[in-house]
Every structure is written in C-alpha cells, then in structure tokens.
C-alpha cells in the first residue's frame, strides 16, 4: 500500500506546529542569535522578544507576565511546582492528587521519599466512573498537613475537565498550595487565573501547536518558591539554564493563536468531535464512551470497543494513515491497561479495546467521514476473530482470570 | 510503535486460517479477557493421524493474532507428536522475531497447542497443579520454570516478558526471583563468570573473532563479511561476495555467525544486517 494521506487526530499526544508559530521562531534560530542575557543590544533584543512571548502566554491564562517562567516542558513545570511547594512547607508531608494523573505527577509524588529522604503521605482520590471527581471527598482528604494539592484540569486521556475552581477555592480558604496541570486545557478552554485561584499551573508548547521543548510554570505573585533548575539568573532567578529562545518565542505565539482560536476550538472542532463520536456509537454497536459527556475538552473522544484490542484497531487505522491512540496494555509496553481506564472502573470487556481520537482546528469533516466509513469494518474484521465476541452474551465484563488484580 | 518484522505485520492484516472447528478433535483456551490476550486453537487429524486443519480464534494484540496464524501454519500436517515439540521459540523464529516485549504472546501460541493436545487426550496439563505466583495474570510456578529453562532466561523483566508473571501489581517479583534463582542452579546453569566488558573491550573482541576466524572461514566458500557497527548488544554486519547473495545466508547469520560471537564474547549478541 503507498503511503496514505495521514489524517491525524492524535493531538492531545501532540500538535503540528501552527506555521504562524514557525515563521516567528525562523530569524532566532539563524541571524537572532544573541544570548538574551547579554549586556549588548544584539543580545538585548532577544531578551526583549522573550518578554512579549511572556506578555503573550500570561494574556491567554488571565495572568501577569511577572508570573510567567518557561521551562522545558509541562513534566519540569510539575516537578517544579510539587518540589518546591514541599520546600517551602518542610514541615509538612501529605500530597493530595488523583489517582488519574498524568505519570508526570503521578510518577513523581511516588517518587519523592527517594527523591527527598522524607516519607510522605499521598493521598490519591478516586474518580466516579464518568472520570468526574467528588468535591465533597476532595474537601475531607485535606488535612493539617497537606502540604500541596495537585490536580489535572483536564484528563489526556479522556478530556473530563476537573472543577478547578472551585478546589482551587478550597485549598486557599485552608491556606494550603494548589498547583494544576493544565497542559491539556490550556488553548482549548477558557482559562482565568483572575477568577481561579490556583498557586501553580503548567503548561506545554506542543500540546496547542507551538514547539516540543518549552513549557511554562505560572507561580502566582506571592507564593513561596524554590527554583528546581538551580544555576543562572534567568528567568528573575527562578529558573536557571539559557533560554529556549527560539522555543520561548513561538510558544508565545501559539498561545496568542489560541486565544483567538478559542471559539472555534468549542464550536467547530467541537462539532467535528461529536459527529465522529456520535457516528461511531450509532454505527458499531457494543460501542462505550469513557467520560463524562459534559464536562470535557471539546477535542476529544474516548471510546471503547467492547471484546477487541487497542493496539490491533489502532494498527489497522494505520493502514489508513488515521493517527490515533489507545489505552490498551499492549500499545505501552506494560501489561496493564490504562491507570485513567482502571480507575475509572471500565470493565476489562472494554479497557483493552479503549481508542482516543483527539482533534485540532487543523482537522476536516471529510477527514471524520472518512474514519466514520474506514473504522467499522476494522471493528467488525477484529471482532469475527476474538473468542469473546461470539460468547459476548455469557461475559459479564470481567473474563475469567478470577483472581485478577486489576481495577482493585 | 512497536519494530514488527514483515511477516508479524503480514500475518496480522492478513491472518491465515481464522475461525472454529465445529467438530475439532483437540480445542485448547488460553488467556482471558482480563489479562489483555486471549487464543482458542482448534485441530483436526486427518486419517493418517496427522493435523490436517487448524483454525484459531484470537483477543489480542498484532503479535498475538500473528503468533496465532503462524501457529497453525507450523502445526499443519504434523503428527501431535511433531506438533507437541514445537517451542514458542520456534513460533518467534517463524515470525522472524517478535520485539522482546511481545514474547509471551508466542507463549500463548505454545500454551494453546499444548492444551489442544491434552484435550485431545483428555489429561490435565500439569499448570494447574502448580502454585499461582502473579495472581495479576494467573501465572504458576510451573510457567516460570518451563519459560526459564526453554528460553534460557535469566533475570525478572525477561520472565515478565515471556510469561507476563510480575507485569501487574509486582507484588511477586521477589518470589520470581526466587524461581529464577532456584531454577537457574539447580539446572546446573552458572550465569557466566564473565567479568563485565567495556564497550571498548567488547568491540575489540569483536573485531578479533572476525578478522581470525569468521571471515577466513567464509572466505573459504567465496563468500566475506564486514563489521559495520557495534551499538549496545547488536552487531551490525554486511555480507560481502558470494554470501551476499546467497539463499542460505541468514542461516549463516544467525547459526554460525551469531552462535560463535554468543560462544566467544558475550552471549547476549545479536548478529543484525546492517
């Protein structure tokens, strides 16, 4: 088979970077080179040019720029934000997350007795099985102790946005830190740090078409912080190592993009998504959707599809140049599926077979037609060679390893 | 994305011999929807005793679909007797390898068939009888000896690997460990005193094993050999004069070439084309 058109709808792995960003990085990877640290106009006008990317990604969060530190990525944001809030409270051990953290959180708050040589208290909350949270269970998790909350705006996984502000509001009125990773919301919902209370919030360049290779930690004015990258002054000291000037420059133009972007992102990507969600439960039956269906990003879609397996629908969409994802266990590595699916409490009869599709403003109806007609047929091929297909009325989600550790 | 070899994709988009034997001498079930893969193997004997259909039903991943359609290729026309010593080895071997993390779907290709067999006999496969280690994917003791002993595996991710034992919770690693360790001694396997090699001493060595031998040997038969690159455990190699166009050539890659590099210097090699 030639190469096919790709068709990709893989965008909350990550973005194609808007050409309008590239134009404006170009002249700093060649003739701009100066270190914006430099004490010579030639320098001096880069520094200047990183402050209006800075001016550009605080307009888009309700922020000011003297709030605003590039980093190298949303997982450095995080490890800054959560490292320095234990910093600034030593005497206090306790962590609030959820148990659907992207590994960039999740990872970390399992890794910080060895990282510190203290012992810590995580406490991850469960989510309902539409991946919503309870505020209520949120509200009692919170202790004398609870040094940092860290909650994700919204899933990678599914797009079931958590209700920031209001746990931003009840961390604060507690007097404890609040730190959010919004790497998939920013750019794609409405975001005010005028009205949202939170200390902390990271974001990625390449999840709303800027760069790979730049994030962005907001530090509220007045919150205590303890740099993670310890070296130069840049950054007012907050963030040590020469810039990602060319980085810097077109993650600010991304996000100035996608405050413009923003409407069409909730209304025409949102209609995109909801034709293609809604053709495909109509069209493959024993089709589930993971997630709740209002409180989600606009772009993407999670569904499962009963007694079949990611990696091999995933494979077969390939063919058709069709870039998606899943959260089966075989397309990680590990054996198990999702920690988001599992958590959620999706029955093995669907968690194997989970596939994202996760659009951008660069997605077309032809292209949601064209899986709308290449996809149900895949199903259907997979579905008359699995052994739980034709069985599927003795299965009652689970199969038959009894003593099956999952979803515990 | 996964490095499948052609024939896994192959038998993945176009898998041979799909489906059930309504009236199959031997069916064996393996696996379950829980644990992420699952195979229902079905043959036929014909009336000189040998298998003369094979059909399979699969949940799984591409390498599983693909173990399972090379599976019942390999078994056709063989006696059980024959089809009983094919290993899950072989099963990767037909598929021209599977990635290493995909080796216990070739497993579930062997376990299948060896369950289709003693169905077919009507006796109990000696796994339930042994102690369930990784209660995650069901997986006894047994298994683990059987996949360290046939695969000469000798640490806990290659068990995982194999056998999936410990790729859940990973509360029985220490117990795998155990295993590996019991069943690693008590076979006589010493792991190889060899004193860890630095890159550097490992390419020489390398390098000397080609110019002293391998080369003059296939230079012997008009053929020769070039050393292209070194990186991690793989050695890439171009074949040069009559081998490089010689039918038998990948056999000379893999049983002579890589099999002395295992012998002489280190025994996790692998001989590639560069």
Same mark, same amino acid.
């Given at each position: ?408 | ?107 579930? /290709?062997?376990?299948? #068939?060896?369950?289709?067999?003693? &169905?077919?006999?009507? =006796?109990? @496969?000696?796994?339930?009888? *042994? ?91 008009? /053929?020769?050999?070039? #050393?292209?690159?070194?990186?991690? &455990?793989?050695?890439? =190699?171009? @074949?040069?004069?009559?081998? *490089? ?30």
């Amino acid at each position: 088979m030639s190469d096919p058109k790709t068709i990709y709808m893989d965008n909350n792995a990550t973005t194609r970077v808007a050409p309008e960003v590239l134009e404006v990085m170009m002249p700093y990877f060649s003739e701009l080179y100066g270190n914006p640290s430099s004490m010579h106009r030639f320098g001096d006008q880069v520094g200047k040019a990183i402050e209006v990317a800075r001016g550009q990604v605080a307009d888009l969060l309700g922020a000011k720029p003297s709030e605003i530190v590039f980093t190298s990525c949303g997982t450095e944001s995080d490890s800054t934000a959560i490292l320095s809030a234990l910093q600034a409270c030593p005497d206090k051990r306790h962590i609030v997350t959820s148990r659907v953290e992207h590994p960039a959180v999740k990872n970390l708050c399992e890794s910080l007795d060895r990282l510190t040589g203290h012992k810590h208290t995580i406490t991850s909350l469960h989510v309902e099985s539409d991946g919503t949270i309870d505020l209520d269970k949120f509200e009692k998790s919170l202790t004398e102790e609870t040094a940092i909350i860290s909650m994700m705006w919204a899933n990678n996984e599914t797009g079931v946005i958590f209700p920031i502000k209001k746990m931003a509001a009840i961390a604060k009125a507690r007097g404890i830190l609040f730190h959010t990773d919004a790497v998939q919301a920013v750019g794609k919902v409405p975001i005010d740090l005028q009205d949202v209370p939170v200390d902390f919030l990271s974001l990625s360049g390449h999840k709303l078409h800027g760069p790979k290779g730049v994030g962005v930690l907001y530090v509220r004015k007045g919150t205590p912080y303890m740099p993670f990258l310890i070296g130069g002054h840049q950054e007012g000291g907050r963030r040590g190592g020469t810039e990602n000037v060319t980085g810097i420059i077109g993650l600010g133009k991304a996000c100035e993009l996608a405050g413009h972007m923003l409407q069409t992102e909730n209304t025409v990507v949102r209609s995109l998504r909801d034709k293609l969600e809604n053709g495909l439960l109509e069209k493959v039956t024993h089709t589930i959707l993971n997630g709740h269906k209002e409180y989600r990003l606009p772009n993407t879609t999670n569904v499962s599809f009963e007694y079949i397996e990611g990696e091999a629908i995933l494979l077969h969409l390939d063919q058709f140049g069709i870039c998606a994802s899943s959260g089966s266990a075989c397309t990680s590595g590990s054996l198990e599926p999702s920690h988001v699916l599992r958590a959620m409490g999706v029955p093995f009869t669907a968690a194997h077979g989970s596939i994202r599709f996760s659009l951008s403003v660069y997605n077309t109806e032809e292209e949601v037609d064209f899986i709308l007609e290449k996809l149900p047929p895949i199903i259907a091929n997979l579905r008359a060679m699995s052994p739980f297909w034709e069985d599927r009325d003795k299965i009652a989600g689970g199969g038959s390893c009894s003593s099956c550790g999952f979803g515990k | 994305m996964w490095d499948y070899t052609e024939i896994v994709q192959d038998h993945f988009l176009n898998p041979r011999n799909v489906g059930v034997i309504e009236d199959a001498d031997g069916v064996g079930d393996v696996g379950s929807l829980s644990c992420g893969d699952a195979l229902k193997f079905y043959f036929k004997l014909g009336d000189d005793g040998r298998i003369a259909d094979a059909k399979f039903m699969t949940f799984g991943c591409a390498s599983a679909i693909a173990s399972s359609s090379a599976l019942t290729l390999m078994v056709m026309g063989k006696t059980l007797e024959e089809a009983e010593k094919i290993t899950n080895e072989d099963i990767a071997d037909f598929l021209g390898g599977l990635p290493k993390e995909k080796m216990h779907c070739s497993v579930m /290709g062997r376990e299948a #068939l060896e369950a289709s067999i003693a &169905n077919y006999r009507g =006796v109990e @496969l000696p796994k339930s009888e *042994g102690e369930v280690v990784c209660e995650c994917f069901g997986v006894t003791d047994v298994d683990i000896k059987r996949a360290i002993a046939e695969s000469n595996l000798k640490t806990l991710d290659e068990v995982t690997n194999f056998t999936k034992a410990g790729g859940g919770c990973g509360k029985c690693e220490e117990r795998i460990q155990e295993i590996i360790d019991e069943t690693r001694s008590s076979a006589k396997i010493i792991p190889l005193k060899v004193p860890r090699m630095t890159n550097m001493q490992k390419i020489k060595k390398i390098e000397d094993l080609f110019e002293r031998e391998i080369r003059p040997n296939l230079k012997r038969d008009s /053929g020769d050999i070039e #050393l292209v690159d070194v990186d991690g &455990n793989d050695v890439y =190699v171009s @074949l040069r004069g009559a081998c *490089g166009s010689c039918a038998k050539s990948q056999i000379t890659l893999k049983d002579y070439v890589e099999k002395k590099l295992r012998e002489e210097v280190l025994d996790s090699l692998v001989v590639k084309e560069a």
